[in-house]
């Protein structure tokens, strides 16, 4: 049988146990799940098996879900995946003599792609960019930049910013004497996943606040949406991963848009403007930040579709638009997810670090080296991070078919018992 066919008797089998359960008509073989024909990414299933054994609300719990339990333990697994990706053949020998006294230069355009620190923490914008962990890598590199000629430590790495030629110089601050040492300290300090900064650019990816106030030029968002293109290719396990003509046009496109500080959104049924002002995209995010409840933080997200100007088009075709909008909205977690393992700037200074310490020269900004020089790395991280994502909602989907089986179960076995019961009665007559 093949991968369609099974997938195609999953949906059939789970749909007919949920009309049984309902005491609804069986439902026909249909192929109206596009997720049947996608042999590459086990994600779309997914998500389409839990609507066929939940319902569609089940998404829009799963986006809850996704930013309590699932963020909670992001950091932890992030910091075994580093660990385990940056295990280099060269652990355990001596630093370069140059990280030990006078240091590296790196430019810091190569670890700040996307000119986070020009934004300062204490900010409207800046204390959603930051969180609220003074003691993180940013909060600190962002110190060392402000207090020019100052060393600044952390994770064991003593910082120190010139503005003349725009470099932080970098070198051993800890007791660590081996490659593998100072690494493992800088992961084992790192924070990768904060929840807040973490919402702020998956919240951003919907509304571009973040990005309007940061008040940056064209040429500053055309880079910064070729990096997250190419995240998103990579992501969305595309083959060629390589910016084409196309990309590049969109890119253009949405670049325009973001510094007129409106996104375009396809609901499904009809392209809609989404934009939020700051004290508003704050809100948002204070609000959700500040919630531990799935059931809330799904509500909160499912507001972002009343868009009163479209309000007629979206309540014509709510279910539809709804299950759109949720799936994109995990689709775009899992982007950033990626996007923050690969292109934050602590992953950036790590990823040059591992370079330095083998002979390499570090890299530079240049969208297309960070594709090809880490092109394995990043397939591992989206491999790793799809296996995460898919696990936790294997869990959910597992949670509810057994909620769904255990009455027909029951009650199969009460109808074979009642049966057995009358088979017995007919044959000693009389009871």
Excluded: W
Excluded at 16 to 39: G, M, Q, R
Excluded at 219 to 245: G, H, S
Excluded at 294 to 322: C, H, L, M, S, Y
Excluded at 328 to 336: G, P, S, T
């Amino acid at each position: 049988m093949s991968l369609t066919d099974t997938k195609r008797n999953v949906f059939t089998t789970v749909g007919a146990f949920v009309s049984l359960n309902e005491e609804a008509d069986l439902p026909e073989p249909t192929d109206s799940f596009t997720s049947v024909n996608n042999s590459r990414n086990a994600l779309p299933f997914l998500l389409d098996l839990l609507k066929v054994v939940v319902g569609s609300e089940a998404l829009k719990d799963l986006i809850g879900g996704l930013f309590t339990d699932f963020v909670d333990d992001a950091n932890p697994q992030a910091k075994t995946f580093f660990k385990k990706q940056t295990n280099q053949y060269n652990n355990n020998d001596p630093l370069p003599s140059n990280f030990n006294n006078g240091g590296i230069n790196v430019p810091i355009q190569n670890i700040d792609l996307f000119g986070k620190y020009k934004t300062t923490p204490d900010s409207d914008v800046g204390k959603l960019l930051y969180g609220d962990n003074t003691d993180s890598f940013d909060h600190k590199l962002h110190q060392a930049i402000s207090i020019e000629g100052t060393d600044v430590e952390y994770g064991g790495i003593i910082m120190n910013y010139n503005s003349t030629n725009e470099t932080v110089n970098l070198r051993n601050g800890s007791s660590e004497t081996t490659i593998g040492g100072v690494v493992d300290g800088l992961i084992d300090e790192t924070e990768f996943i904060n929840k807040k900064e973490f919402l702020t650019a998956v919240t951003n990816e919907l509304f571009g606040t973040a990005t309007v106030n940061q008040d940056k030029s064209i040429k500053e968002i055309v880079n910064e949406e070729k990096v997250k293109t190419v995240i998103r290719k990579f992501a969305n396990n595309e083959q060629d991963t390589v910016l084409t003509q196309e990309d590049l046009d969109e890119i253009e496109s949405r670049a325009d848009n973001l510094k007129r500080g409106v996104i375009t959104y396809d609901f499904g049924c009809n392209i809609v403007e989404s934009k939020k002002e700051l004290d508003e995209f704050s809100s948002f995010i204070n609000e959700i930040n500040e919630s531990n409840d799935a059931f809330t933080i799904g509500n909160k997200f499912e507001e972002v579709i009343d868009v009163e100007e479209n309000q007629e088009v979206i309540d014509e075709n709510r279910q539809t638009v709804k299950d759109g909008f949720f799936s994109r909205l995990i689709n775009i977690i899992k982007e950033i997810l990626v996007l923050f393992l690969v292109a934050s700037p602590i992953a950036r200074l790590i990823l040059i670090l591992i370079d330095i310490f083998s002979g390499g020269d570090g890299g530079n900004a240049d969208v297309e080296q960070m594709r090809s020089r880490n092109k394995v790395f990043i397939e591992c991280l989206v491999n790793d991070i799809n296996s995460q994502i898919n696990q936790f909602i294997y869990t959910i989907i597992v949670s509810a078919l057994t909620s769904l089986l255990n009455p027909i179960i029951r009650r199969i076995v009460r109808e074979k018992i009642n049966n057995y019961l009358r088979v017995i009665r007919s044959l000693i007559g009389g009871i």
